[in-house]
C-alpha cells in the first residue's frame, strides 16, 4: 500500500491559463474522489468516480472544471481559463465500497497547492 | 443539509493537558462519522471513525464517541504531546452519499 499519490504538489500559473492535476489511488481501490480546501476552511467535496463512471458532482465544480478517471486508475482534474479565486489546495482521495453499507474510509493524497497570480 | 460544527481554534495546550475538541453535526438518518488529522505540510490523515450510535472510536491516544441523542462525537484525548499540534478536522459521510462533509477544523498547539 504506496498510499494516494498526487502531481504536482505546487502548482503556480497565471490568471486565464489551463492548469491539470494527477491522483494516483490506493491500488485496490474502486472510488476516487475530488476535493478542494481554502485556507482556514475544511475541505469541499468535487466529484467522485466509481471506476471510471464519474457519478457525483458538486455545485462548486464550475463549467471550467472537467474530472476523468479513463482507466478506473488515476484520475485527472483540469481547470481551464483559471481565476484568482481557483487558488486552493486540491485534494484526491481514495476508497474500498463494496455494497451499500460501511464507513467507506477516505484516504487522502498530500494535495496540490494551486496559486494563480 | 448535512453540517458538521466544530469549536473554534486555536486551542493551546500545555504537554500532559487533557484535550476536548467538541463537534457537533447535522444530518438524517446514521451517518458515519469521522476524525482526520492534518499535520503541517502534510495531506489529512484519517485518525479514528464510528459508524452508529454508541460506536468509539480510537487511535493513538485518541477517543471519540458517536452521541446520536446529542448530535456529537467530541474528540479527547487524556494527556497531550507536542508531537500532537495539527489541525483536526471532524467529517461526516451521510447515510444516503459518499462525499464527506467536513467541519472547518480545530487548530492544535501543545506547548512543553
Not at chain 1, 474530472?67 to 482534474?77: D, Q
Not at chain 2, 491516544?61 to 487524556?78: V, W
Not at chain 2, 478536522?89 to 477544523?105: D, E, H, M
Amino acid at each position: 500500500d504506496t498510499g494516494v499519490s498526487q502531481d504536482p504538489r505546487h502548482k503556480i500559473t497565471k490568471r486565464g491559463q489551463n492548469v491539470t492535476f494527477r491522483c494516483d489511488p490506493i491500488s485496490e481501490h474502486n472510488r476516487l474522489y475530488w476535493y478542494r480546501q481554502t485556507l482556514g476552511q475544511g475541505p469541499e467535496f468535487l466529484t467522485y468516480f466509481q471506476n471510471e463512471a464519474q457519478l457525483e458532482k458538486s455545485r462548486l465544480l464550475s463549467d471550467r472544471f472537467s474530472a476523468e478517471r479513463p482507466k478506473g486508475s488515476f484520475s485527472t482534474l483540469e481547470i481551464q481559463r483559471t481565476e484568482q479565486g481557483d487558488s486552493a489546495m486540491y485534494l484526491c482521495a481514495s476508497s474500498l465500497v463494496r455494497g451499500r453499507r460501511g464507513p467507506y474510509e477516505q484516504y487522502f493524497g498530500p494535495g496540490t497547492r494551486l496559486t494563480v497570480t | 443539509g448535512n453540517s458538521v460544527t466544530q469549536m473554534e481554534g486555536p486551542v493551546t495546550l500545555s504537554e500532559e493537558a487533557f484535550l476536548t475538541i467538541n463537534c457537533t453535526y447535522t444530518a438524517t438518518g446514521y451517518p458515519s462519522l469521522f476524525w482526520y488529522v492534518q499535520y503541517p505540510g502534510e495531506g489529512l490523515q484519517l485518525l479514528l471513525k464510528a459508524t452508529k450510535a454508541d460506536d468509539k472510536g480510537s487511535n493513538k491516544g485518541f477517543e471519540a464517541t458517536y452521541r446520536k441523542e446529542t448530535t456529537s462525537f467530541h474528540l479527547e484525548k487524556g494527556s497531550v504531546q507536542v508531537s500532537d499540534s495539527a489541525v483536526y478536522f471532524c467529517a461526516l459521510r451521510p447515510t444516503s452519499g459518499y462525499a464527506l462533509n467536513f467541519g472547518k477544523g480545530t487548530s492544535l498547539l501543545v506547548t512543553p
